[in-house]
Every structure is written in structure tokens, then in C-alpha cells.
């Protein structure tokens, strides 16, 4: 698996980071995931699923980044009865996680492609963590073929898939490769978990995304955009959490 990993460029977005933020807020920020985790253990439940309110659901939408604003969107597509059930299928179904993740992105109709992977991956991920791993856009968008596991794997990993199942799958091996390697790039401090490699890849991710604004926008835009912290948070669907702290 190593091999497959840009060790080098991995460590040095490490670097980077702890350039912009101390080990404690990385560390903080994975102890943040794991209680989003069991809110959403504790709320999709399989004996629940049949049982929640659209309130309560929507808690669970809140703590979606690419979600959140767009619920009314999503209801557009789809009824709330129905999402019910297409998650109840994508969490506790006995086909395949390949089947099942494609059902329910068919489910969402003509909703954007990219809120529907980032929901699935993120109800998989955060409901069964030890199992599933996250995909949002911001960790491989295959449209713009961009992200934060491209800017550490090597030129040789392929990502993209004929169907969306197929993509999910790959990310999954991009993010196991990643994970694999946290002692060598200098990152398993943040937490032994997925946990941890979720963060981390969220700081490749906004590091890159700095250098790209700084380029692009004004100096008086750029003084504007999140800390890593905050933004690693946000994009992570925990910045609520950070709030009441």
C-alpha cells in the first residue's frame, strides 16, 4: 500500500498544517467525529429508521455541510417517506454495499451528483465507522477530478469507476491506502481511527485549497477565509460542536 502513497507530498501537507494550527485542535477535531458518529448511531438506529420525525432527521442533515442549506432541495426529490426507507436499504440492507450505495443514489433522482454521494458517504461513514469510510467531494470529485486523495496518492491510483458504486468503492481503497500510512506521514497522532485520516485529509484538502484562492482571489478575500480549524470542522460537519465549546 505504501507504494501507492506519495509519502513525501503526504508529510509535507502535515508540515503545512501544523504550520496553521496546533496538534491539540487536530486532535480535538477527531474527538468531535466520534460523538457526530454516535448522534448518528444512536438517531438511525435500525429499529428507529421507521420511527423518526422529519425534526429529527433533519438534526442528523444539520450536521452534513453539503446538506444542511440544501434540504428543501433534496425534499424535492424525493419525499421524506421515502428517504426514510432508501436509508433504512443503504444502512441495514442485505445486498452489497456496491448495490446498495447505487440504489440509493438512483433513489435521489435528479438531485445534484455530488449531494448524493456526499450523503450516502457520510450516513455509511458516521453510522458504521468501522466499516464504512466518508466520501464528500472535497476528498475525490470525479467531474472535476479533484481532491485531497489525489494530492497524496500516486499518479498510478485510479479513481474514477463506470458507475458511482464503482467510484464509491475506489475511494474506499484511496482511503485505506491514506490510512495505512498515518505513522509514516506523520499524522496518527490526530487518532489511531478513521477518524483521524479523515481530518487529516480534510487539512490536504484545505492546505490546497489556500494555495488555489491565494492565487486567484484579492488579498482582502483571502483575510477573510476560515482557520484550518474552523474550516476543517465545517467541511466536516462538526463546526456546531465547536460553537458551544
Given at each position: 500500500m505504501n507504494q501507492l502513497v506519495d509519502i513525501e507530498a503526504a508529510r509535507e501537507f502535515m508540515k503545512e498544517t501544523l504550520a496553521k494550527v496546533d496538534k491539540v485542535n487536530l486532535i480535538e477535531i477527531a474527538n468531535t467525529l466520534e460523538k457526530k458518529s454516535l448522534f448518528f448511531q444512536n438517531s438511525l438506529l435500525?429499529?428507529?429508521?421507521?420511527?423518526?420525525?422529519?425534526?429529527?432527521?433533519?438534526?442528523?442533515?444539520?450536521?452534513?455541510?453539503?446538506?444542511?442549506?440544501?434540504?428543501?432541495?433534496?425534499?424535492?426529490?424525493?419525499?421524506?417517506?421515502?428517504l426514510k426507507t432508501a436509508v433504512y436499504d443503504l444502512l441495514h440492507g442485505s445486498t452489497t454495499i456496491n448495490d446498495r450505495f447505487q440504489i440509493f443514489f438512483d433513489s435521489l433522482g435528479e438531485l445534484d451528483t455530488n449531494l448524493k454521494y456526499d450523503l450516502a458517504g457520510e450516513l455509511l461513514h458516521f453510522t458504521f465507522p468501522e466499516r464504512y469510510w466518508l466520501w464528500g467531494r472535497w476528498m475525490w470529485d470525479p467531474k472535476n477530478k479533484t481532491g485531497a486523495i489525489p494530492l497524496v496518492?500516486?499518479?498510478?491510483?485510479?479513481?474514477?469507476?463506470?458507475?458511482?458504486?464503482?467510484?464509491?468503492?475506489?475511494?474506499?481503497?484511496?482511503?485505506?491506502?491514506?490510512?495505512?500510512?498515518?505513522?509514516s506521514a506523520e499524522f496518527q497522532f490526530i487518532n489511531r481511527s478513521l477518524f483521524g485520516t479523515d481530518v487529516y485529509l480534510s487539512c490536504v484538502y484545505i492546505i490546497y485549497a489556500y494555495t488555489i484562492l491565494q492565487m486567484k482571489m484579492t488579498k482582502e478575500f483571502n483575510e477573510v477565509m476560515p482557520g484550518l480549524n474552523e474550516f476543517s470542522r465545517r467541511l466536516l460537519g462538526v463546526y456546531d460542536f465547536y460553537k458551544a465549546a
Open positions: 435500525k429499529e428507529n429508521i421507521s420511527e423518526i420525525s422529519k425534526e429529527d432527521f433533519d438534526l442528523v442533515l444539520d450536521k452534513i455541510f453539503s446538506i444542511r442549506r440544501k434540504k428543501d432541495k433534496l425534499y424535492e426529490f424525493i419525499s421524506f417517506d421515502k496518492t500516486n499518479e498510478g491510483f485510479d479513481l474514477d469507476g463506470k458507475k458511482i458504486s464503482e467510484t464509491y468503492m475506489k475511494v474506499g481503497k484511496g482511503v485505506a491506502f491514506v490510512h495505512s500510512v498515518a505513522e
